[in-house]
């Protein structure tokens, strides 16, 4: 069954730490995204992707970096998390056709720093 | 001012009845337009993509665009408790990749 994961779905861990927040799908989508979302607020985009070796910065500054080497796979990076971070984090994809695809969700990665 | 207003509720309505979710918007050159529903802790599901002005049924749910109002709609009739969560409305320029978000409206059916 086509689907987008993210692993971990729940992470605490310590100021300071390096994490990576893991995003795979299996849909054959081009377009690949981050979101950050507080509670009772909405998405910001934070990174996007269109392909392979693609990777561009959303409208909301984030200090995580994201790459692409495969298609499936867009996996974002923390090198120093900080309580700031704390946060949910969703991956999302697309088809790429011209940018009008919906976009499809994981099931979010809930981040806590401590 | 936000480009996309949506009110946040909580709105709080009895099972069976016919529920109306709204956002508003300022950019007249959005022409893509998605409601997405988030449970708690979860990833926004979405359930309807509608292209322009007009109406899109499926199943329960009623998608609305007024274009002219800038303004559009989700009903949902016969509400069941499993339709208590989070509705977020989105929308996006035909030239431009970006999703622009609601912030979101809780809604709640009290069986």
């Known amino acids: 069954e086509a689907d987008i994961y993210q692993t971990p779905r729940y992470l605490v861990i310590g100021t300071g730490k390096k994490i990576t927040l893991e995003c795979s799908q299996t849909?054959?989508?081009?377009?690949m995204y981050w979101y950050q979302q507080d509670p009772g607020m909405e998405l910001h985009l934070i990174h996007y992707?269109?392909?392979?070796?693609?990777?561009e910065k959303g409208d909301l500054s984030s200090e995580s970096t994201v790459s692409r080497i495969r298609t499936e796979h867009f996996p974002l990076t923390l090198e120093s998390a900080r309580p700031s971070h704390t946060s949910q984090y969703l991956c999302?994809?697309?088809?790429?056709?011209?940018?009008?695809?919906?976009?499809?969700f994981g099931p979010g990665t809930r981040l806590t720093v401590l | 001012q936000k480009e996309v207003e949506q009110d946040p509720g909580p709105l709080s309505v009895p099972e069976g009845a016919i529920v109306s979710l709204n956002c508003t918007y300022s950019?007249?050159?959005?022409?893509?337009f998605m409601w997405y529903r988030q449970y708690s802790r979860k990833g926004p599901e979405l359930l309807m993509y509608?292209?322009s002005s007009g109406n899109k049924e499926d199943g329960r749910f009623t998608a609305q665009v007024d274009k002219s109002s800038k303004y559009i709609s989700l009903f949902i009739r016969d509400s069941q408790p499993s339709d208590s969560a989070t509705y977020l409305c989105?929308?996006?320029?035909?030239?431009?990749?970006?999703?622009?978000w609601g912030a979101g409206t809780k809604l709640i059916i009290k069986p």
């Open positions: 999302a994809s697309s088809e790429y056709k011209g940018n009008r695809g919906p976009q499809y």
């Open positions: 849909m054959g989508h081009d377009k």
């Open positions: 992707s269109y392909g392979v070796n693609s990777t």
């Open positions: 950019n007249s050159a959005f022409q893509y």
């Open positions: 509608t292209y």
């Open positions: 989105a929308m996006s320029e035909d030239s431009n990749y970006q999703l622009i």
